[in-house]
């Protein structure tokens, strides 16, 4: 039988290798649902991806969960205040032409600075 977490990872998946701990990754957040880390090409000061542990392609996809989505947005709130003031910005890039590279959602919290208008 296979269980639900099994089902929904992507052994190719560099997120689910970062969750399944065969990546290593700077951990400031975690929980049963989802990790946080450190990205590895900050663009701000702080500069944290909150990411499910289940794989959902995107944004759309995760919007099909709409608790796991909130949980999402609260743990971002909450690693803005830990590692910044409490101010963020939240991003989910969606598909190729707005950037997404990683094809397993993650929100891009960016933090700790004053973000230009149109940066990241
Ligand atoms: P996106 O372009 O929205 O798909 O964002 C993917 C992000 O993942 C980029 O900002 C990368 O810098 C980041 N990234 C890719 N691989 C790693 C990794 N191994 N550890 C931390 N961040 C990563
Ligand atoms: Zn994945």
Redesign the pocket.
Known sequence: MLDTVTAQTDPDC?FCR?IAGE?P?ERVHEDDQVIA?????P?APV?V?VVPRAHHRDVRDLAGDPQLLAHVTTVAGSVAGELADGDFRL?F?TGAGA?????HV?A?VLAGGTLAEREM
């Open positions: 560099v970062i990546i990754s880390f450190r990205d590895l090409a663009k500069h991806l991003i890039n950037g997404q590279t990683v094809f993650h891009h």
